[in-house]
């Protein structure tokens, strides 16, 4: 319930953002008539063809985003008609004439009577397919779940909730403006020349939409942005996030957290054939959910393979679940090779459809779930950290479940470059995304969506600020570089900077070399550059940048890359 009214809540704002201005000419075009015959239907049609495309091009890949491409020419066509129409009666007269037996006149016509609400909604229907929002943090927020999720019945109502609270907002609008309208058409007599510039507005917002500054220019320049009150709002309702379930005093008996669930979902093994829960019985099993270019997963993966090795002899089976968070992580290919540079012996289930991440309900990279011999969850940790804790137990599990003469002590994994443990400075910056569906903290003016834009970072950044300078082109995941010597700069705060990178379509190294405060890193360099701060991105994973040799610190960080084509998804920092 909650989301929904988030998700309302959203959409209502989208009123004050200028991704809705294109769309507002045919929303007033026929401000004049009955709301119940002509708003209220092109509103709902409106509303419905953006939580459908929405939701196709949310889960359906790139064949329906190429599709609705198809739908938005036509829809120009027909609202580019509809302009002249308003500008001259003559035309109207004549493009009238072959649908009146239809009855589904898209035309403007003095007497109201013959207005037919499947007409207007057949505008709201190519409103809609034209309609493309500014994806600030509430829209992210809804399409990366979407994504995440698949389809679903959710995932639908989430983004109609949405919709529906734009159309809330557009007809209240549309309610006043009609009122006003109709009040100059009787004290003034112009209605004539009110139609002629309804007209002109019609075929304005046409054009800037055919010249795509819907989703380029108007996302940038904002009268009013959002953004800030849509992350209140999100904060406002998100929950604190969970933390390790806490741990029961000695003596105490454990509680049945749930099943183990089945298995089956995974697209993949490696390491293993299949495992089944009735396989597994008499055994204890830790599950662990990873991704291979999450810095938190990344840290924990030396005490996870430790404990693998330690207890495999004696009635320990180690699980991972590889559920991916960026669309390049679903490659089994890159799933493999990360498996093989991590050193991974234990079986790892390849979950690029989240069905066991479903199954488990889980929300968290990492998140480790302890299961006894007989099939039952008994603990879980979500996160890094208090890894005495979780082989203390694997090692109780085990005690229970009658296996004997286990190994003493902790696992001390001695873990190096990315693998090494956290600064433990909690002033460092948070993990920060590129992409524009959930970018915080851009200093660098508006993010144009999937648009190529030449950047320009300011002279100064605050703390936990970033921007890019060249020509990048911006999308939902990640920004692409267009031509050579493009950079992102980033104030950071903490004693490490990871950042993942991935090579172009064709796959080419892309060269790339690093300043801190304007200088070559020397000491302070990352794994994978030199001192002087030469790296290469050759593949889609996490880089190290910076690993500071005297503690954290506040530094300006920026990234040159030499080549074109280089992708980058996220920061993280430790």
Known sequence: MILLILAFLGGVLTILSPCILPVLP??????????????????????????????????????????????????????????????????????SRPFVKLGNRLTEHSDAQNDS???????????????????????????????????????????????????????????????????????????????????????????VIALGADTGLLTRVSLASTSSIEQKLIDAVTPAPATAAPAPKAGDALPVEGELPS??????????????????????????????????????????????????DHGLVVIGVHSPEFAFEKDPANVAKAIKDFGITYPVAVDSNYAIWQAFN??????????????????????????????????????????????????????????????????????????YARSENFAGGQIAHDDPWNYHAPATLQVNQWAFNGDWTVGEQSASLDKPNGSIVYRFSGRDMHLVLGPGKDGKPVRFRITIDGKTPGDDHGADIDAEGNGTVTSQRLYQLVRQAHGTGDRVVEITFLDPGVHAYAFTFG
């Not at 045919?26 to 939580?51: C, E, K, Q, S």
């Not at 229907?125 to 992210?140: D, E, F, N, Y």
């Open 263 to 312: 298995l089956a979902g995974a697209t993949q093994w490696f390491n293993s054939t299949p495992l089944t829960p009735e396989s597994l019985r008499g055994k204890v099993v830790l599950v662990d959910f990873w991704t291979y270019s999450c810095i938190n997963c990344i840290r924990t993966l030396p005490y996870v393979n430790a404990w693998a090795q330690k207890y495999r």
């Open 26 to 95: 045919f929303v007033f075009a026929r401000a004049d008539r009955p709301f119940a015959r002509n708003g209220l239907p092109m509103l709902i049609g409106m509303a419905l063809t953006f939580a459908l495309v929405a939701t196709l091009a949310a889960v359906g890949g790139g064949w329906a985003v190429r599709a609705n491409q198809y739908g938005r020419y036509i829809a120009l066509i027909v609202l580019a008609m509809l302009g002249i129409t308003l500008l001259s009666s003559h035309f109207a007269e004549w493009i």
């Open 117 to 207: 609400p499947w007409s207007a909604a057949g505008l709201g229907v190519a409103t809609g397919l034209l309609w493309a929002p500014c994806a600030g943090p509430i829209l992210g927020l809804l399409l990366t779940g979407a994504a995440i999720k698949g389809a679903s019945v959710q995932t639908t109502l989430l983004l109609l909730t949405y919709a529906a609270g734009a159309a809330v907002s557009l007809a209240l609008a549309l309610l006043v403006g009609g009122r006003v309208f109709g009040l100059m058409k009787r004290s003034l007599g112009a209605g004539e020349w009110i139609r002629r510039a309804l007209g002109a507005l019609v075929l304005c917002g046409v054009a």
């Open 362 to 435: 889980n929300e968290y990279w990492p998140a480790h779930y302890f299961i006894d011999a007989h099939g039952q969850i008994r603990a879980h940790h979500f996160g890094e950290g208090d890894y005495a804790g979780s082989e203390d137990m694997i090692r109780r599990l085990l005690t229970d479940a009658g296996y004997k003469n286990l190994p003493g002590g902790y696992v001390q994994p001695g873990a190096t470059g990315a693998e090494a443990a956290s600064s433990g400075d909690v002033n460092r910056s948070p993990e920060t995304y590129v992409g």
